[in-house]
């Protein structure tokens, strides 16, 4: 299967593809599962679902998994499952502090990856360091398989060139370096290196695209948030995420917070606000380390000392909290989502203290009448933004997204850069 042929949406019933795709959705979540549970799980009678098994066997995305042993009488039934080398995609993460590639099967399983921590370069050198991973992982593929390979994801934060004092990035290099981000369009760089469709989203939604789309939680309604060098999120409602007009919906970075009280604070002086990533973010706990005269080069350094239980970082936890937790109950009166899914580029028990800690407050001030939304953990770690751009070919190509009921395309074959 090509990636032309899996945009067959564009010539055949909407209903149909959406049908298709609500199966390989309900499989998706089940493992494997007979005929007659796809007919329940996706709510359609045997007789179509019979229909789209064959098709979606003859086209190689799912497979015999053997059959049923559960002590039922009569002839056991037929198990059905992915077909992990049904479809690949290749998945480009670009944040400000490094850059990360990783290719995917149809299951979601990492098949390889690159990660280079690195301020990132000007977008030419980026795009020859891209270009030469993306070329060794497609090497890895059989000449069958790489016709199966729909497209490049990129995720990486819109504005690169914003908020560098925030992030202490400044200085005349940096400032370049990132302006000329903001002046290219990278993914069409990439897809005119490669040959091979580009689709681009703000690494955030990505991110919650990978929840959506390969995530254990099954939410069809959540705020996705993520705390890496910056602190960034996405929003998924009715099994789609929300864009909004410039494509930064569920920001939280930019929520208004009080100046933090911290002695390393970067703080202006008279300015009675700030913003949520000069606080939450991974750059403020290393500002902050440092300030205690802790030396940190990386992220292993930072959960390094998180793991040593280092008094700075327990400052930091309670300043990231006090920011953090009115931002979510702002963000959630808004979005009215019983769900919150957070993770973050390290772990050593940080995750599990940040989320503990913010559910106490969310319990503590929940509106009368109304349950407060329940945080739970990622799925995909330090691999979130890179999986989440590797899941945009498949979720274009394969996410039952209620556009294809009113005849739109899953994606354009002809073109070589498309969005989300």
Not at 67 to 80: E, M, N, Y
Not at 331 to 351: E, H, N, S
């Amino acid at each position: 299967m090509t990636a032309s042929k899996a945009g067959r949406g564009v010539n055949s019933a909407s209903l149909r593809l959406y049908n298709e795709r609500a199966l390989l959705l309900a499989l998706r979540r089940a493992g494997e599962a007979s005929k007659a549970d796809l007919a329940r799980m996706a709510q359609l009678t045997n007789t179509a679902v019979g229909s789209i098994v064959q098709t979606l066997t003859d086209e190689g995305l799912i497979q015999l998994a053997g059959r049923r042993v559960d002590g039922q009488r009569g002839q056991p039934a037929s198990l059905i499952r992915l077909q992990p080398k049904g479809a690949f995609g290749i998945g480009v993460r670009l944040d400000r502090g490094s850059i990360e590639c990783v290719m995917v099967d149809f299951a979601g399983h990492i098949l390889t990856s690159r990660a280079h921590q690195l301020v990132l370069p000007h977008p030419d050198q980026a795009l020859e360091l891209v270009r030469r991973d993306i070329d060794e992982m497609r090497a890895l593929l059989s000449p069958a398989e790489q016709k199966r390979l729909l497209g490049i994801g990129v995720a990486h934060p819109y504005n690169l060139g914003a908020w560098l004092r925030e992030l202490d990035l400044q200085g005349e290099a940096f400032q370049a370096t990132f302006r000329a981000w903001d002046e290219v369009d990278f993914p069409s760089m990439l897809a005119e290196a490669t040959r091979l469709p580009v689709f681009s989203e703000n690494d955030g939604t990505a991110a919650a695209v990978a929840e959506l789309f390969y995530g254990r939680h099954h939410a069809q309604h959540f705020l996705y948030v993520f705390l890496g060098p910056a602190i960034g999120g996405g929003v998924v409602l009715n099994g789609d995420c929300v864009r909004g007009v410039s494509g930064n919906a569920g920001d939280i970075a930019m929520m208004p917070v009080p100046p933090s009280t911290l002695a390393s604070a970067a703080t202006v002086p008279g300015r009675r606000r700030d913003i949520l990533i000069s606080r939450a973010s991974l750059n403020a706990l290393t500002r902050h380390l440092r300030h205690h005269g802790v030396t940190v080069h990386g992220h292993a350094d930072l959960q390094r000392e998180v793991e040593l239980k280092h008094p700075a970082v327990a400052e930091w936890v309670d300043d990231c909290v006090d920011a953090l937790a009115p931002s979510l109950q702002s963000a959630l009166a808004v979005l009215d989502v019983p769900l919150v899914i957070f993770d973050a580029d390290i772990d050593g028990g940080l995750v599990a203290t940040l989320i503990e800690r913010l559910q106490q407050e969310l319990d503590a001030n929940a509106p009368e009448a109304r349950p407060a939304a329940r945080i739970v953990r990622g799925c995909f770690g330090a691999n979130a933004g890179a999986v989440g751009a590797a899941s945009l070919p498949m979720f274009m190509n394969f996410s039952p997204r209620a556009e294809l009921l009113k005849g739109a395309s899953a994606i354009v074959p002809e073109a070589s850069h498309a969005t989300v």
